[in-house]
């Protein structure tokens, strides 16, 4: 009797299909709803290639008057992270569906964000809030850091975005209980030492960085790893000269890696130069670190080319690669100056 009713069911569904269809052909609709769901993915990945602007830069908008130190530079941390996830889009490097398991731009250019945003984290968690190696590390920030360290591409139980989300929250408690009087334990120390720490890893981050995006033109390297230190010995043997290319198909993801770092950078000098005014007055240091935010802001200029070209250098064709590399290169030097301007005292 069931299987009678189910079949009946069947059967009237059919002939309904059929009524409304008519004399249209199914494959021919079939294929225009296609047609019509490529044009919207298409349209969808290219509105999501859109790398956002600039967050705002006027730290503690809405308290500035009570604004202490270290609320910049963690108001910067939470305002990249939050963008990072809230971009049109959200975040796609975990994305399983169409159009964001195509694209590979954008998840190299949140890729180069996400290092950052962990490099900060670290940071704050080790240095910037301990006045001393033998100090107790900040609850909050114990927490807020391995969450920015979890998976990019977990899109199941838990997402990555969830952990980020989560680090986030941590990231705000800490901020508020900077200003509260009757939390002491949280504090900030911006200090010449601190800074240079984080420079530290900023200088080796652009450093690699500036290799790679060289290495698209892929010129013969002389192998310098145990250079000036005649003591110095290495797991294995290597060739005194090597050859470094990067992948043709990873040319693009690279350059868009560096400008997604560049991007996250510049914000956070930006709020290291208003935390850490004082320091760097003292060392008169302030026009330093904002040449190295010129430089930076110099990669962040439109790309009027469809995709990014890999010239040979003085060819005929441009070469994207090297100009992100040059700016690169320009601020990383910088950024040895300044650390070196730092220790001085």
């Not at 130190?69 to 992270?81: E, P």
Request: hydrophobic share 40%; net charge neutral; glycine share 6%.
């Amino acid at each position: 009797m069931i299987k009678q009713r189910i079949g009946d069911l069947v059967f009237s569904v059919k002939e309904a299909l059929q009524d409304w269809l008519g004399n249209r052909n199914i494959a021919r609709i079939t294929a225009y709803v296609g047609l019509v769901y490529l044009v919207m993915v298409c349209l969808l990945g290219i509105y999501w290639s859109f790398t956002p602007g600039h967050p705002a830069t006027q730290f503690d908008r809405d308290n500035s008057r009570q604004a202490v130190v270290g609320s910049a530079t963690t108001s910067a941390l939470i305002d990249v992270a939050e963008l990072l996830l809230d971009k049109p889009g959200g975040f796609i490097s975990n994305d399983i569906t169409p159009p964001g398991l195509l694209m590979d731009d954008m998840p190299a250019w949140e890729y180069g964000v996400l290092m950052q945003v962990r490099d900060l984290s670290r940071a704050m968690r080790e240095s910037y809030s301990r006045s001393q190696s033998q100090s107790q590390e900040d609850p909050d920030l114990a927490k807020a850091e391995p969450r920015f360290n979890f998976s990019s591409n977990s899109w199941a139980v838990p997402a990555s975005e969830s952990e980020y989300r989560q680090g986030i929250r941590y990231l705000k408690k800490y901020r508020s209980r900077l200003s509260d009087v009757d939390q002491p334990q949280a504090q900030f120390y911006a200090r010449a030492d601190n800074l240079r720490y984080w420079l530290t890893v900023v200088e080796s981050r652009l450093g690699s960085l500036s290799q790679r995006l060289s290495s698209s033109v892929g010129r013969p390297r002389v192998n310098t790893d145990l250079a000036n230190d005649p003591s110095a010995r290495q797991s294995t043997p290597s060739a005194s000269e090597q050859r470094v290319k990067t992948p043709w198909l990873k040319i693009d993801n690279v350059f868009y890696e560096a400008r997604g770092s560049a991007w996250a950078l510049i914000h956070f000098l930006k709020a290291a130069e208003h935390d850490f005014a004082d320091v760097l007055d003292d060392k008169n240091a302030t026009v330093s670190l904002r040449q190295i935010i010129r430089e930076l802001e110099g990669t962040q200029q439109s790309l009027f080319s469809p995709m990014v070209l890999n010239g040979s250098g003085f060819g005929l064709l441009a070469n994207h690669s090297l100009v992100m590399a040059s700016y690169i290169s320009r601020a990383n030097a910088a950024i040895i100056d300044l650390r070196d301007l730092l220790a001085q005292g």
